[in-house]
């Protein structure tokens, strides 16, 4: 099936947006940088990769096959940024007193629990840090042979100054720049301040560490990215994407160490999304300004922190605050209340041409995922459909055509509209509320001698799969299965 | 907290019943095989998980801190489980046309998928194969440097003559006999027909290898299990189990590199569940006569798979049959009853004892983990609950130790009883019918002018959370949030 659909792409790289052109006709490879698994995981991380999942959906709906990986940082993400702070995982293991690895896989776990239920779809390779050590070791043995990396006492940094290349994404490249950007310790077996670490010697207490060509260590933060997106998708890719902040040092070192390696451009398209603010500030989890997922989810339904992020567009900062996603939490109840009146609605004689609607939201779309604005056309759209209604309903054919655009355009790519609101959230309970009050009409309309009614409650009950019994405490029901 | 209970474990190893003492008081490790997942899981990997999920759950009720560790075997398994069959991640991966990591992944998140159905609790720790591959190779760099295993043409074998208690485990250790009990080819490599692969020499082809000092290859089966085991609960564990079909090669292979390795004891109390069978022959993926608990849970609530597994004892085979799983189901409803209708009873003044019944479960539970005696308890207070309640409800201290002995022993620990039988699955649906009722007796109401009933029906949804509005197109209802 020929593409139909022309996508542009703010490619961070040349600072433009581009027509997107795959390597291989049809077929999408796309890395983008996955969680540091040391904490439960708050709305920075749900902004990051609820945008990322609708531009993979985007892309599969209007044709391509997705390649996705994301990997999950397991080990050598260190505090501060810089290369001599504390592991990230260790700190948290001694924290909770538990070992590195159960920390690791039970954040993993937590940070997958919070993507399903936001309706993020699951990557097609997730792969871990410490899972693959020799890949990361043969990429660093690489770069040392084509003198880009040196070892020292053990540990092996790369050499910013053998990569000409280096400062291309991020536009950091001058060396007082970064120097007066952040701290960098000048540690005495670095030839250069700037030059970063693709392994470090280990002490003999540290709790994760690997034999390797250098003696015993781990591997520095930036390789794992390389070394698995090479792996999975090749040594050039078509997209990587990943957080604002990771563009420098990150994404500048990837870039560095993967071309050097490979001699060949590494990401032919830079996608990065902006952050969560609070108050202006950026939200993580180093700062401790963050409200994790998991206490949203407890006040909103997830549709609504998905409308939320999806309502600014994904190269905007998200300003974050209760009344900010309370506001949206409103809107997103009135689309929900139209696309559930629709599917309750008989059919009439009224008509909607959804073509208009369709072209504006997939140019929106193509015009570097402009998620606001196909919300805007939800908004466009609901109002008609609302009037049509009011004036008798929507022909059966225009109907269709209106409930297939929301389902696919609102429900599966935007993930964002619910049938009957929040459905299936609560609802044991509600039906045990409402079978108390279906029990106690049916004991009213028998002590009225109405026994037509109480037997049409009966009867109707056991139609839907509902047995009710009299017993001495009185009476009860269950399902029938 | 000191433990009371003594624990009397039937172990492999010693072929008795042994009362179980940890190495660390208080505390255990166990090690328990995890799946090879190059397909979606099937009863019989529904009854070891279950099994062991249970032991373990009753570990902890007991009082034990555990760290449970199982793997995900995403390499390096055979077909044919000799050394020279097809890796049956690669086969699957062939015949889905995608890559290696994919096809694991997709499988490992069906197994979770499938184990969180059946309420299996999650390992502390689960490492996959190819996520310790420099695990293997250290330890096969020691076997190596200890002689008991050779390089040959860039594979590496285990030399089983090199290692005394070979055999100890399974009972095989005549080589004669292991000739005739499954066809070992003779490589010329091997110095032994029974050594066995620890590391294998790929050909360039081959879409899974890591470099090692032989050369490119990837680990052998076996090996796995040894590393990680070692790295994440000690060199000595308390508890190693998995299906008694991997007694031989698996777990004697496992036996002989680790305390070849180690000059340690490997496992204190082998644990060995028994096989599901389809009238009379094992279950399995390779024999193409297996029902996956995808198929089952379609046709089945997850209770009463489990109730089904744990009616048998884990060392007993349990032969698979739609009748004798109905069966099963039809034996839990009972229980189900009981429990559901216990929940909703209001009290009396009836005793019930539950001392006798409590210290009968902890018996059984004790002895070798007899699920299918802890059952029968459950079926014994069924009918003195039953009795009681008829004869006019049981006294509120009575009914609440009942309730506590039926939630934390039949639903937590075995993981069998729901609230109003199998609760949530369609809440929604039948919601959905029951409101569509209740919304026809308020419109009767009201025709028949019966006002005070349709605003009862009104008022009292609202508190629970639902609102009706009457629309052109009849009443309609809505969650409010």
Chains 1, 2 share one sequence.
């Not at 796309?30 to 990322?52: D, R």
């Amino acid at each position: 099936m020929a593409i139909q659909d022309e996508i542009y792409i703010y490619n961070t790289l040349t600072r433009q947006k581009e027509k997107f052109v795959p390597l291989r006709e049809g077929f999408i490879s796309m890395y983008v940088c996955g969680p540091t698994v040391y904490g439960h995981s708050h709305i920075g991380h749900a902004k990051s990769y609820v945008s990322f999942d609708v531009m993979v959906k985007w892309f599969r709906h209007v044709g391509y096959k997705v390649r996705y990986v994301q990997n999950i940082t397991d080990v050598g993400h260190l505090l501060g940024d810089d290369n001599d702070g504390e592991d990230r995982i260790l700190k948290a293991a001694r924290i909770e007193q538990t070992s590195p690895m159960e920390v690791a896989q039970a954040y993993t776990r937590s940070y997958y629990e919070d993507m399903d239920a936001l309706g993020v779809a699951r990557p097609n390779i997730a792969p871990t840090a410490a899972g693959h050590i020799p890949e990361q070791i043969e990429l660093i043995k690489t770069l040392i042979e084509k003198g880009h990396a040196y070892e020292a006492n053990g540990s092996v940094y790369f050499s910013v100054s053998s990569f000409e290349g280096y400062g291309k994404l991020s536009g950091r490249r001058n060396q007082s720049e970064m120097e007066s950007g952040k701290r960098v310790e000048i540690k005495s077996e670095k030839r250069h301040p700037s030059d970063f670490a693709l392994w470090k010697k280990a002490d003999p207490t540290h709790l994760m560490q690997w034999n390797s060509p250098w003696g015993w260590g781990f591997p520095g933060w930036h390789i794992e990215c390389s070394a698995m997106s090479m792996k999975y998708l090749g040594e050039t890719i078509d997209i990587h994407g990943g957080g604002i902040d990771n563009q420098f040092p990150h994404h500048e070192c990837e870039i560095a160490q993967s071309e050097s390696a490979t001699g060949k451009p590494f990401v032919r398209y830079w996608i990065h999304n902006n952050l969560v603010t609070v108050n202006g500030q950026k939200m993580s989890k180093s700062l401790g300004n963050f409200t994790t997922i998991k206490d949203l989810l407890k006040k909103y339904p997830p549709t609504a922190l998905r409308f939320f992020i999806l309502q600014s567009h994904y190269r905007s900062t998200l300003d974050f605050s209760d009344e900010a996603i309370s506001a949206a939490k409103n809107g997103l109840e009135k689309l929900n209340e139209t696309y559930n009146r629709l599917l309750q609605s008989p059919s009439g004689n009224g008509a909607l041409d959804i073509e208009p609607y369709k072209a504006k939201l997939h140019s929106a779309m193509n015009d570097d995922f402009n998620t606001p604005q196909a919300i805007a056309v939800f908004f466009d759209l609901s109002r008609e459909v609302n009037t049509t209604l009011s004036k008798g309903g929507l022909s059966e054919e225009a109907r269709s055509k209106v409930i297939d655009f929301f389902n696919i355009y609102g429900r599966e790519i935007l993930g964002v509209l619910s049938e009957t609101q929040t459905a299936m959230r609560g609802d044991s309970t509600l039906l045990a509320n409402v079978m108390k009050l279906v029990l106690e009409l049916r004991q009213a309309a028998r002590e009225k001698k109405d026994f037509a009614t109480s037997d049409l409650i009966r009867d109707r009950l056991k139609e839907t799969g509902i047995e009710v019994r009299d017993t001495k405490e009185g009476a009860t029901w269950r399902r029938l299965d």
